[in-house]
């Protein structure tokens, strides 16, 4: 079982940048492919990002692409979302999230462990 806490979250102009961070507890955190997702007020859970156990592969949601960027530090039990040239439309409550797969998984079911969530809001 894995535990994730993110951090990170917070207010900025269109155009400025956030890095997310998340958190996880566990020795096996390398067994985990980790997402990225996204929830604005009335909308579904959104697919952002994702990376592969190893780092080695990385896949983004088209509304992010070219724009985000995840990462991963498996020896400190980190994955960041690097976010540049936010809009309004990139506001939304993002979620760490884990399953232990191998590949990249895009939907929000495949995830079995979510952290709590932080706010991104991009002001215009």
């Known amino acids: 079982q894995v535990q994730l806490v993110e951090s990170g979250g917070g207010l900025v102009q269109a155009g400025g940048s956030l890095r997310l961070s998340c958190a996880a507890s566990?020795?096996?955190?390398?067994?985990?492919?980790m997402g990225w997702f996204r929830q604005a007020p009335g909308k579904e859970r959104e697919f952002v990002a994702a990376?592969?156990?190893?780092?080695?592969?990385?896949y983004y949601g088209d509304s992010v692409k070219g724009r985000f960027t995840i990462s991963r530090d498996n020896a400190n039990n980190l994955v960041r979302l690097q976010m540049n040239s936010l809009k309004p439309e990139d506001t939304a409550v993002y979620y760490c999230?884990?399953?232990?797969?191998?590949?990249?998984?895009?939907?929000?079911?495949?995830?079995?462990?979510w952290g709590q969530g932080t706010q991104v809001t991009v002001s215009s």
């Open positions: 566990g020795r096996t955190f390398s067994s985990y492919l």
């Open positions: 999230a884990a399953v232990r797969a191998p590949g990249i998984h895009t939907g929000a079911r495949e995830y079995e462990y």
């Open positions: 990376v592969n156990r190893n780092g080695g592969n990385t």
